[in-house]
Every structure is written in structure tokens, then in C-alpha cells.
């Protein structure tokens, strides 16, 4: 059996794809990599790790060899707002990453995973019910990678058939692995925070609305689009997706119904709300539906209920981002 490479597997989504591909085909068929050593009890849990830069064909192509790899998760980005602090370093990542395991799968005949955002749209796009084909012209650097991402796995998928497939992903909600530096990151630490101080400080404004995901729907997405029939799909790659649509405010309320005395203020980030205000308010997700039957199960009740309870079972921890 062939085996799998999850790259950037200590990261948010990385970690708990990881995982869950161990749990589902076993320990030994899944390469978990990344540019950082794993440290004991990493949620990716126990099993094949290689240290992997993913902006070296050679190194990426070695493990893939070696190691009889059939499919790349390639989870490896800066995200939103970590790029507006350093463009050229992210173009340089989010670019120059994809670009090289793209030829890597073409090179070795790999299926390929590549999450896309709504990063990817732009203050042009239509905002509300975004449809999955529209105006795409985002004004920051990780727009401009994840567009060109979309357009350069849609390029493979036609001029030389390799299977990639992907996802636009909205903000990712977690209790496990923290975000590293993404606009929607104020939707995980405003759990953190509630159960610690009863009080959260918000960086966007309190009527930002945004799309969002909880991450066990998350990476039902990954591996159902990834198990879907290619002759039912129309679009391979970059499919709207969506689970549940809040702003902080919203999500203080749904708090407030577990923590009575939860406080919510403000104090906005011109940065982030520049991107948040660039996102659209709601994607349009009925082709993921129709095309490969997604349907979330968490909605924003259920989500919150379930991040509460599972971050009072563990020892406190909060993002690295919001300090
Ligand atoms: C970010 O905020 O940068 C990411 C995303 C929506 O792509 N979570």
C-alpha cells in the first residue's frame, strides 16, 4: 500500500490530519514532516516523522521515494497576517513550496492536497454568499499565494494530470494545536482567555462577520474530497466550504450562555481588520455539496460546547499570536 506525506504536520491543521490518517489506514503508512522536531505527545502522535523544507525538491522528493509515497497533504503556509508582517518570506514559502511538491507529485505520479482560503478573495468580491466562481482579487500576499496556488494546481490537474484537489478553507477552530498568526486566530483564543480570565480583548471589530469551521468537520472535508469519485467532480480544486458564520460578538454571546459573566472589548488591529474587511461575509459552499455530498456536523452551538469542554479537561494554554 502507498504510503501518505502530511507536510507541515506540527502545524494547526497538520497535526490533526496527521492523526486522523494514522487512525484511519495506520500508524506506519503516514510520513508526518516538518521544518520542527516533534516534541513528546505532539497531537500528531506517535509514528514516522521526517524533517522535511519543503522549498527543496531534493528533500521532498527523497521522502517521497523512499518512503513510497502516493499522496501529499501539503499543510506547509504562512498564514494572513504573519505574511503582511514579511511578504517576500511568505512568497517565498507558500509559493515556492507548492511549486516544488507540485512537481515532485508530477515527477513521482502523487495525488496531491492543497487548502486554499477565503484569503483568496478580495474587496471586489462579492461579499455575501461568495460563489465558488467569482472575482478573485485579494490585496494581500497570502491572497495573491493562494490564488495563485488554486490557478497553478488547476494548471497541473489539465496540462499533466496529476490529482490535485483542495479546499477553501474559513477560519479553523481548535482545541488542540494552536493557529500561528492567521486573521481568524481571535476565534480560538477568545476560548483560551474566556476560561482563564472570563474576559477577552478582541483585535477585529465586533461586527466582523466571518465564515468558520470547526476542525473535526475540517478534516472530514480533507478526506472526503480526497475520496471523492473524480469522475463526479467539475472543479478539482479550491471548493467553498463553510460550517457556521459569526462575529465576535456573536461568539460572545454563544460563550456567555456556558460563562454567564464572560466579558467581551475591543481593541482593533487596523492590520487584520484590513484583511477581515477584504474576506467575504459568507461563501456560497453548494458545489462542495453537490459535487461530493459536504455537510458539516458543528454548528456554532455545538462548536462552542465542545471547545469548552475539552479545554477544561486539559492544562491551559493560549496562542502564540494574541499576547
Ligand atoms: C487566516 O486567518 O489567515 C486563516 C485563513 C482564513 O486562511 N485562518
Given at each position: 500500500?502507498?504510503?501518505?506525506l502530511?507536510i507541515?504536520?506540527?502545524?494547526?491543521?497538520?497535526?490533526e490530519?496527521?492523526?486522523?490518517?494514522?487512525?484511519r489506514?495506520g500508524?506506519?503508512t503516514?510520513?508526518?514532516?516538518?521544518?520542527?522536531?516533534?516534541?513528546p505527545?505532539?497531537?500528531s502522535?506517535?509514528?514516522?516523522?521526517?524533517y522535511l523544507?519543503?522549498?527543496?525538491?531534493?528533500?521532498?522528493?527523497?521522502?517521497v521515494r523512499r518512503?513510497?509515497?502516493?499522496?501529499?497533504?501539503?499543510?506547509a503556509?504562512v498564514l494572513?497576517?504573519?505574511?503582511?508582517?514579511?511578504?517576500q518570506?511568505?512568497?517565498?514559502?507558500?509559493?515556492?513550496?507548492?511549486?516544488?511538491?507540485?512537481?515532485v507529485?508530477?515527477?513521482?505520479?502523487?495525488s496531491l492536497f492543497?487548502?486554499?482560503?477565503?484569503?483568496?478573495f478580495?474587496?471586489?468580491?462579492p461579499?455575501d454568499?461568495t460563489?465558488q466562481?467569482?472575482?478573485q482579487r485579494p490585496?494581500?500576499m497570502?491572497?495573491?499565494?493562494?490564488?495563485?496556488?488554486?490557478?497553478l494546481?488547476?494548471?497541473y490537474?489539465?496540462?499533466?494530470?496529476?490529482d490535485a484537489?483542495?479546499?477553501?478553507?474559513?477560519?479553523?477552530?481548535?482545541?488542540?494545536t494552536?493557529?500561528?498568526g492567521?486573521?481568524?486566530d481571535?476565534?480560538?483564543?477568545i476560548?483560551?482567555?474566556?476560561?482563564?480570565?472570563?474576559?477577552y480583548?478582541?483585535?477585529?471589530?465586533?461586527?466582523?462577520?466571518?465564515?468558520?469551521?470547526?476542525?473535526p468537520?475540517?478534516i472530514?472535508?480533507?478526506?472526503?474530497?480526497?475520496?471523492?469519485d473524480?469522475?463526479l467532480?467539475?472543479?478539482?480544486?479550491?471548493?467553498?466550504?463553510?460550517?457556521?458564520?459569526?462575529?465576535?460578538?456573536?461568539?460572545?454571546?454563544?460563550?456567555?450562555?456556558?460563562?454567564?459573566?464572560?466579558?467581551?472589548?475591543?481593541?482593533?488591529?487596523?492590520?487584520?481588520?484590513?484583511?477581515?474587511?477584504?474576506?467575504?461575509?459568507?461563501?456560497?459552499d453548494?458545489e462542495?455539496?453537490?459535487?461530493?455530498?459536504?455537510?458539516?456536523?458543528?454548528d456554532?452551538?455545538?462548536?462552542?460546547?465542545d471547545?469548552?469542554?475539552?479545554l477544561?479537561a486539559?492544562?491551559?494554554?493560549?496562542?502564540r499570536?494574541n499576547?
Amino acid at each position: 500500500m502507498k504510503k501518505t506525506l502530511v507536510i507541515g504536520a506540527l502545524g494547526q491543521i497538520g497535526s490533526e490530519l496527521a492523526l486522523a490518517l494514522r487512525n484511519r489506514f495506520g500508524v506506519e503508512t503516514v510520513i508526518a514532516s516538518d521544518v520542527r522536531a516533534p516534541q513528546p505527545g505532539a497531537a500528531s502522535g506517535d509514528g514516522p516523522f521526517q524533517y522535511l523544507d519543503c522549498t527543496s525538491f531534493r528533500q521532498i522528493e527523497t521522502v517521497v521515494r523512499r518512503h513510497d509515497v502516493g499522496t501529499i497533504f501539503h499543510l506547509a503556509a504562512v498564514l494572513s497576517a504573519v505574511a503582511e508582517q514579511n511578504p517576500q518570506a511568505s512568497w517565498d514559502l507558500n509559493m515556492g513550496g507548492l511549486y516544488r511538491v507540485l512537481e515532485v507529485a508530477r515527477e513521482c505520479g502523487c495525488s496531491l492536497f492543497f487548502p486554499s482560503s477565503i484569503g483568496a478573495f478580495g474587496p471586489t468580491t462579492p461579499r455575501d454568499r461568495t460563489p465558488q466562481d467569482t472575482i478573485q482579487r485579494p490585496n494581500t500576499m497570502y491572497g495573491v499565494t493562494k490564488v495563485a496556488g488554486e490557478l497553478l494546481c488547476d494548471y497541473y490537474v489539465a496540462r499533466f494530470g496529476v490529482d490535485a484537489r483542495g479546499l477553501r478553507l474559513p477560519g479553523i477552530i481548535s482545541h488542540v494545536t494552536p493557529p500561528g498568526g492567521g486573521t481568524t486566530d481571535f476565534a480560538v483564543d477568545i476560548f483560551h482567555q474566556a476560561i482563564r480570565y472570563r474576559h477577552y480583548t478582541c483585535f477585529l471589530r465586533h461586527d466582523t462577520r466571518l465564515d468558520m469551521m470547526y476542525m473535526p468537520d475540517t478534516i472530514d472535508a480533507i478526506l472526503q474530497l480526497m475520496a471523492a469519485d473524480p469522475a463526479l467532480l467539475r472543479h478539482h480544486n479550491a471548493f467553498n466550504v463553510t460550517a457556521m458564520n459569526f462575529t465576535p460578538e456573536e461568539l460572545a454571546g454563544e460563550i456567555r450562555k456556558h460563562i454567564p459573566d464572560f466579558a467581551i472589548d475591543y481593541d482593533v488591529d487596523p492590520v487584520r481588520q484590513a484583511i477581515a474587511d477584504s474576506w467575504p461575509r459568507s461563501v456560497d459552499d453548494s458545489e462542495a455539496r453537490a459535487q461530493w455530498d459536504w455537510s458539516p456536523r458543528y454548528d456554532i452551538a455545538a462548536m462552542t460546547a465542545d471547545m469548552l469542554k475539552k479545554l477544561r479537561a486539559k492544562p491551559r494554554t493560549v496562542s502564540r499570536f494574541n499576547r
